[in-house]
């Protein structure tokens, strides 16, 4: 059974990244968490190497960027310093179509 795993993904990672850019570290986290567990699950099922390595690379910034975001939320402080983290975390790669 194939659903749409990865375009469930990328609309959260959408709102993640809108989230994340305007400050609200609360609200970013948990969106970047449900496209992770999407993108994990659509990996299960994608055949094609090159799609596979794209969207491993995507899943491992989206990761890194959550973790950030874990932490300064754990310390409860108001957020990342704006150094850009975000901005590099979408920025689209390869064949895989542009998801933030």
Request: glycine share 4%; no cysteine.
């Given at each position: ?74 310390e409860g ?24």
């Amino acid at each position: 059974m194939y659903s749409n795993f990865k375009e469930q993904a990328i609309e959260y990672v959408k709102q993640a990244v809108q989230e994340d850019n305007a400050g609200n570290y609360s609200k970013a986290f948990p969106l970047y968490m449900n496209a992770l567990e999407y993108f994990k699950t659509h990996l299960k099922y994608e055949k094609n190497p090159k799609i596979r390595e794209a969207i491993t690379q995507k899943f491992t910034e989206y990761l890194r960027r959550a973790e950030e975001i874990r932490a300064v939320l754990d310390e409860g402080g108001p957020g990342p310093a704006s150094n850009g983290d975000a901005a590099v975390a979408t920025r689209p790669k390869s064949q895989v179509e542009s998801w933030a």
